[in-house]
């Protein structure tokens, strides 16, 4: 007798609504794991997300939690807002690199220094996705935009933020490390990752990111799987995966 | 309660404790500051929630955020900080969560200086932010004001689901004065059918947003939010009469320029000179009404502010061109005394007046000897 076994379903984080991002796109895979975390630390209830301006500014429409948008890059001051009058909820804001890196630093930097109990996840896929591909602080040394058509010239357009590292020199950061979201294995990385930045806040053990490289295959005009592999091939050996910081409460959390 | 001898801006801070504030967040900047600095020590004090922002672009954001969840939020700042929270207000106004502000003004534009002005007046009650909204915007002329506003701000707010902004001068905010404080109100949480404070398994899940991507939808959203405004202007107008029974000229000023205007009536009316104040104090929904009845049985207005004559057209407005009416300010920091208002008084007495040119011309040729 043939068994069926149920291997893949929505996570109950997750409402019904499908979502919008192009064909291809880590976006959703991003959503996904997050939505699985909430569901496997059962924080579905007490969870308020802050959405960002950006690809993922309907993310309030696909997590079965309740959500505030935020100002262009104003997502952690938001947060802090949200979390410093509810502080046994769990507070965490999704945001692109156009978002959080550029007119957003500002707002990130200072909720990381402060320490604030919220957790971040945060999308590096090079450029600006949702106003057409625009060059981002993220955007790699010579990798063409509609802004940088003739390749980021760093003389002139500066040279990339590697946010993690900065923001891991912070003291108020409890947990910041970089992951991929171009294979399996990492995906699984990034997920063991995410629910570690969350144990971080439940835990008040100060404020904690994630940082995925991520796919944005329409404005970086490849397919879907050749995004993947500009990823491995040319945006890992710029923007290294790794820990950056895990204080040592952090690493006696066994999950 | 007995009267003390309270500074403006501390009283603004305690009076927003009292009104059960819980949570506050803003950045220094002169003549403010005395806010910030004792909210940093008394909201501690009451386990309530003190933060100070990075910018005003951050406290106008953390006011925003922890608005939704249904707490009373307060920030405040002056002229250039509140120039950078109108991003925040906009979407604040945009997402219908009730917000209290404070903005002691200060000369400008630009950095201009730390003396008093009141050079925000159409930025405050003209919008400043972007799209279609309306704040409630009131202007204490005291201390007791001050704080009495302060405590109404807090229920306007709430009640209507709007920006609530209190716009004081520096004058006010720095002088201190006999006031009494209400009583201390516990904190309250309203359980509004908004808050968005994460589900708790009690309720379906929320969203705050300003986000209407359908323009059907914003279009609607707006005149929704417009009907409101119009309930607001019928039901809170208020303002102060002072000698206005058989006044044939009649001052229009709010504020400190109110204040000083009335000290010139006082004199005035020494002199047998028939003159009244009428001294706004919600410049937002601005009392077009009142001077609009006024217009019909006194001979001439005359407009003082602490701007160029902002608040001048307002008037203009409500009087419609049927009597003439006359404007001094004093602008940049600078504050009028009692005596350049009465002279101005004693000029319409005397003269036949006109409404051929535009008061704001005309009182910059007055101004002439000065520029
Ligand atoms: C104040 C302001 N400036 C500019 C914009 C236009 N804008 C919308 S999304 C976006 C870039 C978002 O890029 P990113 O954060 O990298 O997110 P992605 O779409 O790549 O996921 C910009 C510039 C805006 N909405 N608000
Ligand atoms: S534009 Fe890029 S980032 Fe945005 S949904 Fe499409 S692929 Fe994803
Ligand atoms: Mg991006």
Redesign the pocket.
């Known amino acids: 007798m043939a068994t069926e076994n149920l291997v893949y379903d929505r996570p109950e984080g997750f409402t019904d609504t499908p979502t919008h991002y192009c064909p291809g796109c880590t976006?959703g895979v991003a959503h996904r794991l997050v939505a699985e975390v909430l569901e496997e630390m059962g924080v579905i209830e007490k969870t308020i997300g802050v959405a960002?301006?950006?690809?993922?500014v309907f993310a309030y429409n696909y997590f079965d939690t309740d959500f505030v948008e935020a100002?262009?890059g104003r997502a952690p001051a938001m947060a802090t807002g949200v979390k410093r009058v509810m502080p046994d909820r769990i507070v965490f804001t999704y945001?692109?690199?156009?978002?959080?890196a550029s007119?957003g630093m500002g707002e990130i930097v200072h909720a990381a220094a402060r320490g604030e109990n919220i957790t971040v996840i945060f999308?590096n896929?090079a450029?600006?996705?949702?106003?057409g591909g625009q060059m981002?602080p993220t955007t790699l040394p010579g990798m063409k935009t509609t802004s940088s058509p003739n390749g980021r010239d760093v003389e002139t357009q500066g040279y990339p933020i590697k946010v993690s590292e900065m923001l891991s020199t912070l003291d108020g950061v409890g947990y910041c490390v970089r992951r991929s979201l171009h294979d399996p294995k990492n995906i699984r990385l990034a997920k063991k990752a995410i629910r570690m930045a969350f144990e971080t806040q439940a835990r008040g053990l100060g404020f904690s990111m994630v940082e995925l490289l991520s796919t944005?295959p329409t404005n970086w005009g490849m397919t879907p799987v050749n995004s993947l592999k500009f990823v491995e091939e040319h945006m890992i050996p710029f923007y290294p995966l790794g820990d950056y910081k895990i204080s040592d409460a952090i690493k006696q959390i066994k999950i | 309660m007995p009267k003390e001898l309270w500074k403006g801006n501390e009283a603004i801070a305690e009076a927003a404790v009292r009104a059960g504030l819980e949570a506050y967040f803003g950045y220094p900047i002169t003549p403010q500051t005395e806010i910030l600095e004792y909210l940093s020590r008394r909201m501690p004090e009451l386990g309530r929630t003190f933060v100070q922002a990075e910018s005003e672009l951050g406290a106008i954001n953390m006011v925003y955020g922890a608005a939704c969840t249904g707490v009373r939020v307060m920030s405040s700042s002056s002229s250039p900080g509140v120039s950078l929270m109108m991003?925040g207000i906009s979407y604040i106004a945009g997402t219908e969560v009730p917000t209290v502000l404070v903005n002691v003004m200060r000369g400008g534009p630009g950095l201009g200086n730390i003396a008093p002005a009141q050079g925000d007046y159409n930025q405050a009650v003209h919008g400043g932010g972007h799209g279609d909204y309306q704040p409630i915007v009131l202007a204490p002329a005291s201390v007791q004001e001050a704080i009495d506003l302060t405590v109404l701000s807090f229920d306007l707010a709430e009640k209507y689901r709007a920006i609530c902004m209190v716009i004081l001068d520096g004058c006010v905010g720095q002088m201190m004065e006999p006031a009494e404080m209400p009583e201390m109100r516990p904190v309250h949480r309203e359980n509004w059918d908004w808050n968005t404070d994460a589900k708790m398994g009690k309720r379906e899940r929320r969203i705050l947003s300003s986000i209407y991507i359908d323009p059907v939808d914003e279009e609607q959203t707006n005149l929704r939010l417009l009907n409101r405004w119009k309930t607001i202007q019928a039901n809170e107008v208020r303002y102060k009469e002072y000698f206005l029974d058989d006044a044939e000229i009649v001052i229009v000023g709010f504020g400190t320029a109110g204040r000083v205007s009335l000290s010139a009536v006082r004199t005035a009316r020494e002199q047998g000179i028939k003159v009244g104040l009428l001294r706004p104090i919600t410049v937002s929904p601005f009392p077009y009404e009142a001077l609009d009845q006024l217009s019909g049985r006194v001979d001439a207005f005359l407009v003082t502010e602490m701007n160029s004559g902002q608040m001048l057209e307002d008037v203009r407005l409500a009087v419609k061109g049927r009597v003439p009416v006359e404007f001094y300010g004093r602008l940049g920091g600078v504050v009028p005394f009692p005596d350049e208002i009465l002279s101005e008084i004693h000029r319409m007495a005397k003269v036949k007046l006109g409404t051929d040119v535009h008061p704001r011309d005309a009182w910059l040729e007055r101004m002439a000897h000065i520029v």
């Open positions: 976006h960002p301006v950006g690809c993922s100002p262009h945001q692109g690199d156009g978002d959080l007119i999308i896929n450029n600006y996705g949702m106003t981002a944005c | 991003e």
